[in-house]
């Protein structure tokens, strides 16, 4: 993961209002000093030491998305149980980092909610933002601010889960980033 994005840093560091946008779906681990880890495939959960040890601290991973914001913009999405345990505001540092001006960050739950698969193995969020992908209200030219998927994620989220998850939204731009799906 962070080599990709060591990648995606080098192509976009020549480029002139790029867009970087940054999925992860997975587990999210939020530890008992409130630190969230991003847990990929194969890590390693036989002990709280272990997991720690081999899942990714958000910290890592959001000190190199900030770097991509430094040569255009970047748009992250995490959908996994705790994400908004990434933007917590007691890590005065990260948060910091989510304040950067060409950042956007989307978390599928709070802190201390599970993100629930409704759909196909799908999340909630992952389904809210494929249909915000396809939906009717990007523009006549087919585009969709950050706003209006920002807006349409916080109804249709907790809509799809009977009110069991929010989704957190850290925007410090505005701009039309995505050409719809339809």
């Given at each position: 993961?962070?080599?990709?994005?060591?990648?995606?840093?080098?192509?976009?560091?020549?480029?002139?209002?790029?867009?970087?946008?940054?999925?992860?779906?997975?587990?999210?681990?939020?530890?008992d000093d409130e630190k969230f880890y991003l847990c990929p495939y194969a890590v390693n959960n036989s002990s709280a030491a272990a997991l720690e040890a081999s899942a990714l601290a958000a910290t890592d991973f959001h000190d190199k998305v900030a770097r991509?914001?430094?040569?255009?913009?970047?748009?992250?999405?995490?959908?996994?149980?705790?994400?908004?345990?990434?933007?917590?505001?007691?890590?005065?540092?990260?948060?910091?980092?989510?304040?950067?001006?060409?950042?956007?960050?989307?978390?599928?739950?709070?802190?201390?909610?599970?993100?629930?698969?409704?759909?196909?193995?799908?999340?909630?969020?992952?389904?809210?933002?494929?249909?915000?992908?396809?939906?009717?209200?990007?523009?006549?030219?087919?585009?969709?601010?950050?706003?209006?998927?920002?807006?349409?994620?916080?109804?249709?989220?907790?809509?799809?889960?009977?009110?069991?998850?929010?989704?957190?939204?850290?925007?410090?731009?505005?701009?039309?980033?995505?050409?719809?799906?339809?």
């Amino acid at each position: 993961i962070l080599s990709e994005l060591a990648s995606i840093r080098d192509a976009m560091s020549g480029g002139v209002g790029d867009v970087a946008v940054i999925f992860f779906a997975g587990h999210g681990y939020l530890d008992d000093d409130e630190k969230f880890y991003l847990c990929p495939y194969a890590v390693n959960n036989s002990s709280a030491a272990a997991l720690e040890a081999s899942a990714l601290a958000a910290t890592d991973f959001h000190d190199k998305v900030a770097r991509l914001a430094k040569y255009g913009r970047a748009v992250l999405f995490l959908d996994a149980c705790r994400s908004g345990g990434a933007t917590n505001p007691l890590d005065r540092s990260l948060h910091a980092m989510f304040a950067a001006p060409n950042l956007a960050v989307f978390t599928s739950s709070a802190a201390s909610e599970d993100s629930i698969d409704v759909c196909l193995g799908n999340g909630a969020f992952t389904e809210a933002l494929l249909e915000a992908l396809k939906h009717p209200g990007a523009d006549r030219n087919g585009l969709i601010r950050v706003s209006d998927l920002s807006r349409y994620l916080s109804t249709r989220i907790p809509s799809l889960t009977a009110g069991k998850q929010r989704p957190e939204v850290e925007v410090h731009f505005e701009t039309q980033l995505f050409v719809s799906m339809q």
